[in-house]
């Protein structure tokens, strides 16, 4: 079973600029949910989405976008960059009962991307 | 008040000492997760729990749903053990809010 890969690694962009990062689902999982983490705090919510559609928003404008594709890869998308967008950007996958909110699986972290505005 | 609190902050033990971290949460949930980060910054699942207790190999987690608390144990610590613990919660609905992490040092 594959795991969780995330890239690039590490980025550097300019403010104003747009960035796409990308993410690769662990194998048979249905969800995919988008988290940043400044450096020295908790990772905070950013979307979740499942079978391709938003399920779920964190408290971030609509500059930051994303898409789920039908093989459960996914996209994060930040356009007009900011300095404070400086961050270490993390999905995770699991895999949800269709039925209800219950995830039937621990989630499946990738390493991140270490995005660095200037 | 964060809806997700954990304590201690910061721990240092040396290596064999007993070790529990804590987490309280102010919100009904479905499941509560501990996970742990390296300085990498890669995270790994831990534990996913709704009640009771999970076991596995020196980690213990607990959980009390009415008293809205859980606890990380680790037993006989390693200075492999290093790293942040995190608690996060799921309530109901799709996302999760992270508590702000325990920094664990352990001194050979």
């Known amino acids: 079973e594959t795991g969780v890969t995330q890239s690039p690694t590490h980025l550097i962009k300019t403010r104003g600029q747009q960035v796409t990062l990308r993410c690769s689902s662990q194998?048979?999982?249905?969800?995919v949910s988008w988290y940043q983490q400044a450096l020295g705090q908790g990772p905070q919510f950013i979307f979740q989405?499942?079978?391709?559609?938003?399920?779920g928003r964190g408290n971030f404008p609509p500059r930051f976008s994303g898409l789920q594709f039908p093989n459960y890869s996914s996209e994060l998308n930040v356009n007009a960059l900011e300095l404070d967008d400086s961050a270490l950007y993390l999905c995770?996958?699991?895999?949800?009962?269709?039925?209800?909110?219950?995830?039937?699986?621990?989630?499946?972290f990738g390493n991140g991307t270490r995005l660095t505005v200037t | 008040k964060n809806e997700v609190e954990q304590s201690p902050q910061n721990l240092t033990a040396q290596e064999g000492e007993f070790i529990t971290i804590n987490c309280s949460y102010s919100?009904?949930?479905?499941?509560l997760h501990w996970l742990q980060q390296h300085p990498g910054g890669g995270i790994v699942s831990l534990f996913m729990?709704?009640?009771g207790k999970k076991k596995h190999g020196r980690l213990i987690a607990t959980i009390n749903i009415q008293e809205k608390h859980s606890s990380l144990h680790i037993t006989a610590s390693h200075p492999r053990d290093s790293a942040v613990y995190i608690c996060?919660?799921?309530?109901?609905?799709?996302?999760?809010?992270f508590g702000e992490g325990t920094q664990l040092t352990v001194n050979p």
């Open positions: 995770a996958s699991s895999s949800k009962i269709d039925s209800g909110p219950s995830y039937n699986s621990p989630l499946h």
């Open positions: 194998s048979g999982h249905n969800t």
């Open positions: 989405y499942y079978r391709e559609e938003e399920n």
């Open positions: 919100v009904g949930i479905s499941a």
């Open positions: 729990l709704s009640s």
């Open positions: 996060a919660v799921q309530a109901s609905g799709s996302r999760l809010t």
